[in-house]
């Protein structure tokens, strides 16, 4: 393989993580991945784990001096999320990525880099590989489809580790760790269509250009989302203008991604109307370059007139679709001001999709207080049943409380301080983790969630510092050491 990272030590860190980005790894596409990931352990003599959904358990024993000790468990995901450019051609199901690498960052070609978590895969195997290290007894696991529901975390066989220590390397901000995190889920809001044929002039509007995000980390930096902002210009449509009638509309790929681009396409009979209609909807779209550009600078909205036919929705039908966009909870519903604003619940409108005789509407909500994360499902089953969606409920992973006492916590804060003479903040996060799971299935688990920086995660933007990546690498060795002198 020719490599294209080069000048950053371990030398073998970094090969492992190029080696796994070339391998098609999405969420549900992660068999090469993992069987990739039993033949290393095959090839090193190490005993391992691998179960029907392709997670993959490696265990390596202590160094010497430290092979009695409880072993430590090391945990991150295979999977990544599959978002790109539109005007990129990639195949993410038999496709690895491009990596760009420029001015000390990797970066992948209009694709997303997949270094959330990536890093995590390279560091556990880079830990695995080295027999200089010194280390207690290790139980490195590897999870699966982490980015649609955490279904890998909870079907494995959790007997299978011993571990009460957990470092999960799934946080993305060097000089952090996360100490909590909300529970979220999936919700899927379908609802049945009829269409007729219509001739007449149509109207396509193409919402693009926006950042995007995380819908956990990235839900409170005022990010716009292309499916509302598609369902406001809808709405001022059909109140404004006679006579119009929906085709499409379609917008986000992911519901843990806040969507970037939307697409619509309207019918009129009336020609006049059509071009009332382009009128109207070019007014709104510098009404919203007006409001949003400060915090999203290359937002863009194309919009086009043709003639031409379409099997257009029925009026009831399309009503119900953008009168449910429009009203829909998204974005940050509640903070904790006594926390500086920490957001503890929020709600992702992450894909608007239309079928031929259904459309849906996808939601990805967040919560660390249980009954608010309750109270957020019941307003979106109460709004699908007011607009006669039928509500499907998924992927549902329990928040991570705060442990008033943590060793590894304090640990890690002594082993940065040592190595970089600053001091490691403790932070909650919004995002959802698998410490949760594991620490709801094993008592007693104490576990913190750490990384380098990672940049613009779940967008084609994302990018990973290179030296961030190497300086995490000497703290979690540090951190390991001092485990193995305890």
């Not at 539109?86 to 491009?98: I, P, R, Y």
């Not at 990596?99 to 990536?118: E, H, Y």
């Not at 716009?224 to 902002?229: E, H, V």
């Not at 009954?371 to 969606?389: C, D, P, Q, V, Y």
Request: hydrophobic share 40%; with cysteine.
């Amino acid at each position: 393989m020719d490599y294209k990272i080069t000048g950053y030590e371990p030398q073998k860190l970094f090969q492992f993580f190029e080696e796994i980005c070339a391998i098609p790894r999405g969420s549900k596409n992660e068999k090469e991945v993992s069987d990739y990931l039993v033949q290393f352990a095959k090839d090193r003599g190490l005993w391992h784990y691998q179960d029907e959904l392709h997670n993959v358990i490696i265990k390596k024993e202590g160094s010497e001096g430290a092979k009695d000790l409880p072993p430590v468990m090391l945990q991150g995901h295979t999977d990544i999320v599959c978002e790109k450019l539109s005007s990129v051609e990639h195949d993410f199901a038999k496709e690895g990525l491009n990596l760009i690498v420029k001015d000390g960052v990797v970066t992948a070609d209009g694709t997303t880099l997949g270094a959330d978590n990536g890093v995590a895969v390279a560091l556990m195997m880079m830990v695995l590989d080295d027999d200089t290290l010194e280390h207690p007894p290790l139980e490195c696991v590897f999870t699966t489809q982490e980015e649609i529901g955490l279904f890998g975390a909870k079907a494995l066989d959790k007997s299978l580790i011993q571990a009460r220590t957990m470092i999960n390397m799934d946080s993305e901000e060097e000089g952090i760790a996360t100490v909590s995190c909300a529970g979220g889920m999936r919700i899927g809001c379908t609802r049945e269509i009829q269409r007729e044929e219509i001739s007449g002039t149509k109207l396509s509007i193409s919402i693009t250009n926006l950042l995007g995000g995380h819908s956990g980390t990235d839900i409170n930096q005022g990010r716009q989302n292309a499916n509302l902002l598609m369902a406001r210009m809808i709405y001022h449509l059909f109140q404004n203008t006679n006579g119009g009638r929906l085709v499409a509309i379609n917008g986000g790929s992911k519901d843990n991604a806040i969507a970037r681009e939307c697409e619509a396409l309207l019918i009129y009979e009336d020609t006049k109307e059509a071009e009332k209609a382009e009128n109207a909807a070019i007014d709104l779209a510098e009404k919203f370059a007006d409001e949003i550009t400060a915090w999203e600078p290359d937002f863009s909205c194309d919009i086009a007139l043709e003639e031409g036919k379409e099997q257009a929705m029925r009026k009831e039908d399309a009503d119900a679709m953008v009168h449910a966009m429009y009203l829909a909870p998204n974005g940050v519903q509640k903070r904790n001001m006594k926390m500086d604003g920490f957001v503890v619940t929020s709600c992702n409108m992450g894909v608007a999709a239309t079928q031929e005789d259904t459309v849906e509407i996808t939601f990805s909500p967040r919560s660390s207080v249980a009954s608010l994360m309750e109270e957020l499902k019941a307003r979106i089953e109460l709004l699908a049943k007011t607009f006669g969606f039928t509500c499907d409920f998924s992927g549902e992973y329990p928040g991570w409380s705060y442990a008033e006492e943590s060793e590894i916590r304090e640990v890690f804060k002594e082993s940065y301080q040592r190595l970089f003479g600053e001091e490691l903040k403790i932070e909650a996060l919004h995002a959802g983790l698998e410490c949760g799971l594991f620490s709801d299935a094993l008592p007693g688990m104490d576990a913190i969630a750490v990384g380098p920086t990672i940049c613009a995660c779940h967008t084609p933007d994302e990018y990973l510092p290179l030296d961030s990546f190497e300086r995490f690498y000497e703290l979690l060795k540090d951190v390991l050491k001092v485990l193995a002198e305890k």
